[in-house]
């Protein structure tokens, strides 16, 4: 096999297409991206917080989402949630060479959030914010738990998100967003000093 074949082989990306009566959605995730993307997903401030995630996590994503946002936002948030979750946990195989663990501080101006992930393969979610504001725009506070929760299910990690402090709802949640991105990008980046699976158990 060629070099570049196999780079190809180990390209670490997925395509995920998923249809229910509720949303319509088509993605595309490469964790050794450029930090591109782009959005189409009916939600602009989920659109603004994707991009940011995909730029500070040095990721590629395609998201093009057709929900019921005549009713709300909630099912075309959750089930993006649900997607990039199951983009990751293909992108990553079997998890050989990465470095599972991150926590990442990201301030906002006045705001303070913090990521803590590990790429455990046993889903679990922790959350601890509260934000002066129940909406941003026209978009929820309350759907930021749903997204989280629903990435960090179908990825199969743990995940625990805290805003320490803020003022500014939008800067609270763009921070976690940010973090979000630099901490999974750290998680799952490639450490030549660990050798196959990262786990004493040999499988995560
Ligand atoms: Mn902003």
């Known amino acids: 096999m060629n070099t570049d074949m196999q780079k190809e082989t180990n390209k670490r990306e997925a395509e995920i297409a998923r249809r229910t009566n509720e949303t319509d ?10 930090g ?23 990721f590629d994503l395609d998201v093009l989402a057709r929900g019921d946002i005549e009713i709300d936002d909630h099912h075309t948030v959750e089930d993006i949630g649900i997607c990039l979750g199951q ?14 663990y991150a926590s ?12 803590i992930i590990d790429l455990s393969g046993r889903p679990h979610f922790e959350y601890r914010a509260e934000y002066p504001a129940q909406q941003v725009g026209t978009f929820h506070t309350e759907l930021v738990h749903e997204f989280l ?25 763009e921070a976690v967003f940010k973090a979000l991105g630099r901490a999974l990008d ?8 660990v050798q196959g699976v990262p786990s004493t158990k040999g499988v995560l």
């Open 104 to 115: 990442v501080f990201v301030p906002m101006d006045e705001a303070l959030a913090q990521v």
């Open 25 to 34: 959605i088509k993605l595309a995730f490469n964790i050794d991206g450029a």
């Open 149 to 173: 929760w629903k990435l960090a299910l179908e990825s199969r990690m743990t995940l625990h998100v805290i805003v320490h402090y803020g003022r500014n709802t939008h800067h609270m949640i």
């Open 186 to 193: 750290e998680a799952t980046s490639l450490d030549p000093r």
């Open 36 to 58: 591109i993307s782009k959005q189409d997903t009916g939600v602009p401030f989920l659109n603004h917080m994707l991009d940011l995630f995909t730029k500070h996590g040095h």
């Open 87 to 100: 983009a990751l946990n293909q992108a990553l195989g079997n998890k050989a060479g990465i470095k599972r």
